[in-house]
Nanobody, 125 residues
Framework: QVQLVESGGGLVQAGGSLRLSCAAS????????MGWFRQAPGKEREFVAA????????YYADSVKGRFTISRDNAKNTVYLQMNTLKPEDTAVYYC??????????????????WGQGTQVTVSS
């Protein structure tokens, strides 16, 4: 069992930056690949970024590539999402998720095993 708690969301102007954190507890964090997803009002939850258990591999949605960076610190049981050059269309609730398979990075939310409660990011124009 893995418990995930996101933090770092808030209100920011377009062009600004935020760093989200996701703290994990309960099981061996380093055994899990991690992902970030987001859900805007009235829309389906969508993939944002994923990182392998070691941090050596990462993958991004085209919509955030070059602006967002996913990273992790296994010593602190935490995964991060650095978001730069934010746009109003980035407004959503952001969720972190854990995937227990040791190989590959997944974009399908149904393949993730554990989820956090989400943190709101609002980007004003």
């Amino acid at each position: 069992q893995v418990q995930l708690v996101e933090s770092g969301g808030g209100l920011v102007q377009a062009g600004g930056s935020l760093r989200l954190s996701c703290a994990a507890s309960g099981h061996t964090f380093r055994s899990y690949a991690m992902g970030w997803f987001r859900q805007a009002p009235g829309k389906e939850r969508e993939f944002v970024a994923a990182i392998s258990w070691s941090g050596s591999m990462s993958y991004y949605a085209d919509s955030v590539k070059g602006r967002f960076t996913i990273s992790r610190d296994n010593a602190k049981n935490t995964v991060y999402l650095q978001m730069n050059t934010l746009k109003p269309e980035d407004t959503a609730v952001y969720y972190c998720a854990a995937d227990g398979r040791l190989s590959g990075l997944r974009v399908d939310l149904y393949e993730y095993d554990y989820w956090g409660q989400g943190t709101q990011v609002t980007v004003s124009s």
